[in-house]
DNA sequence: CTGTTAGCGCGTTCAC
DNA sequence: GTGAACGCGCTAACAG
């Protein structure tokens, strides 16, 4: 194994001093002589010379490196995002250290630790632990941190947020806009701000339209990677048994849409004819299934973009942007949803309305 | 922003010398009387004490860090290999550098390269650079290569493994259980040694069976995210287009068997009735679309945490252990794959046999 | 323009 | 059992 040189290796074959080699291989203002450059600069290629970062660090009291701490990167909206992440990084010659916290608020707090000893003053995360002290701590000594997909409501703490709320308004609303009165909500546990203003929006929609809305909320999550289809496919089971048909299903994301769209398959209901179903995220398999699936889209490589914009503006210029962004909803049109049916869940719906 | 201490600053509040703090503090087996340990420990814990690991590791020339290069984060193929990687990693204390190449050989070396500088010295990679020079360069100086899905053909990297070649017959093989004869298969361009072992798998079956393969190639391939889906629908049109109609088509993996399905599907085709369709891969949402996608299980969690593993090894040891690993397939069987049905696609295929 | 020197925070000899 | 002193690789102040 061969050893890797120093700055003090190059100085003595160039025969210079090590600062001058240092001036010239860190691309520093400094001036130093053409000559001395083009040699140095040729004997440090010859030699293969690769810098010893740790050195450099620990002198000036930076790592070009950010954290990024998620539940789970299987979750396709998390991979989505650090793809976004790691594009503006790259960019800007910051790497990514990635970590999954299964929402478990211990490891989360571990990590900041292992991050914090390893120089690593920038930090984009989605937190779950509600005992924000460690946290508020290491912001104190110097951590930059931008709060991505679940508020914080901490000072100093950037925020790159989606409307949740208007993302299920505006689904509802094209479910009303289509003919469709009896509109169902099945969702994850209602324990998360994001998911309690998906729930608000359709809320807001279905009361604005004077109907009655039903929402079926499923239990405790689990990290099984296939616990929101199954969720989808209980909550539909439930849904259709009781006496309250729907016409159309309105899930908390496209994987609990999944669910839906599968059960109702089994229950031998056709989708968009009997009922129809939207889900809300808009990852890619949604396109993958049939019928494609409608939905929210909800732009999670934008995010990662702006929440690490955001984050290196915080490192390298000292100030803090903005407090927060809020991105905004689109509606994707495809076909799983269409005008209800003159069928028998349409008729239920007429009779209510006598 | 409080600044941190440092041993130093720890010794003098305990008026003892950093030697002895750092002794302690770092868990070192020199001897340290008990009541000095636990003065140090109380005072380190008042203070907040945080290490800075750079100047330990800038000492120990050791970065309790670990990289994993892959083609992008969004395929769930490499998610959950990285879900993986970092469970092991966390477990020993390590942290992951992620970085996506999107195949593109370049950003592969740059990456390579700062992660040396970071002096990281264990790397799980799934390259596709045919120049080794660079990386060959880097073992040399001390780096520790485990390779993942593509084999690189090098020594002093050991390579996690599995065996698609067999992945391709058993799923074959299954499909001529079930009774079928034409049997054809669907793949991305076949320029990956995996894509080659797989498609060898099939033609392995398929000529002991005395059957004649029929193998639709896809066009050069792209990072738009729905690549393999298109793929899977633009051969399956062409397939159906054909004069030679299979009974069942075997794709090369369960992204572009949901592209199979659907296209399937568009032309009036039930799978798997009319059609059979047989995925590769295992991933989750093989199981959320209808019906249920009959598949190979390739164990990529496990895979993930045996390549860190094997790294941990190398890094820690200094030894490498045995040179490679193969993990076995699994056959999924679920619902897309039935017997040939006595239709149209049947009677061609008993015609040909006479 | 260039070199000398002094740390960054830590671990580790080597004396005592 | 403890402390003083040195150095990991690099940059930055200062002097020339």
Redesign the pocket.
């Known amino acids: 194994m061969k050893k890797?040189l120093?700055?003090?290796d190059i100085a003595k074959i160039a025969?210079?001093?090590?600062?001058?080699v240092?001036?010239v291989?860190?691309n520093?203002s400094?001036?130093?002589?053409p000559?001395?450059?083009s040699k140095i600069l040729r004997i440090a290629k010859e030699h293969n010379y690769v810098?010893?970062?740790?050195?450099?660090q620990?002198?000036?009291?930076t790592s070009m490196t950010i954290g990024v701490i998620i539940p789970t990167i299987t979750n396709s909206f998390y991979s989505s995002v650090i793809l976004g992440v790691e594009e503006i990084a790259r960019k800007n010659n910051y790497q990514v250290l990635l970590c999954n916290s299964f929402q478990n608020p211990e490891l989360e707090d571990k990590y900041i630790q292992g991050m914090f000893e390893k120089q690593v003053r920038g930090l984009i995360i989605s937190s779950i632990s509600s005992d924000k002290k460690q946290l508020k701590h290491f912001i104190d000594m110097g951590l930059n941190v931008v709060a991505l997909d679940q508020k914080m409501d901490m000072p100093d703490v950037c925020e790159v947020d989606f409307d949740y709320n208007k993302g299920g308004y505006m689904a509802t609303r094209h479910l009303i806009g289509k003919g469709h009165k009896h509109i169902a909500y099945v969702t994850a546990p209602l324990d998360r701000p994001s998911r309690l203003s998906i729930h608000n929006g359709y809320l807001t929609a279905m009361r604005e339209a004077g109907l009655e809305p039903l929402v079926e909320e499923g239990g405790r999550e689990s990290y099984s990677g296939t616990y929101e289809f199954e969720n989808g496919k209980m909550l539909t089971r439930r849904l259709m048994n009781g006496g309250w048909r729907p016409s159309a299903i309105f899930a908390c994301n496209d994987m609990t849409a999944f669910g839906v769209v599968g059960e109702l398959a089994a229950l031998g209901l056709k989708v968009p004819q009997d009922v129809s179903v939207m889900g809300f995220d808009g990852i890619d398999f949604g396109q993958m299934i049939t019928p494609p699936l409608t939905t929210v889209l909800q732009p999670t490589y934008e995010m990662g973009r702006i929440a690490c914009d955001m984050l290196l503006d915080m490192l390298l210029d000292g100030k803090k942007p903005n407090s927060g962004i809020m991105l905004l909803p689109e509606l994707l049109e495809r076909d799983s949803v269409a005008e209800p049916s003159v069928g028998p869940a349409a008729e239920t719906a007429a009779g209510t309305m006598h």
Chains 1, 2 share one sequence.
Do not use: C
């Open positions: 890797s120093t700055i003090h025969d210079v001093s090590s600062a001058t240092s001036r291989l860190s520093s400094y001036p130093v002589s000559e001395l450059r810098p010893n970062l740790l050195g450099k620990l002198k000036t009291k």
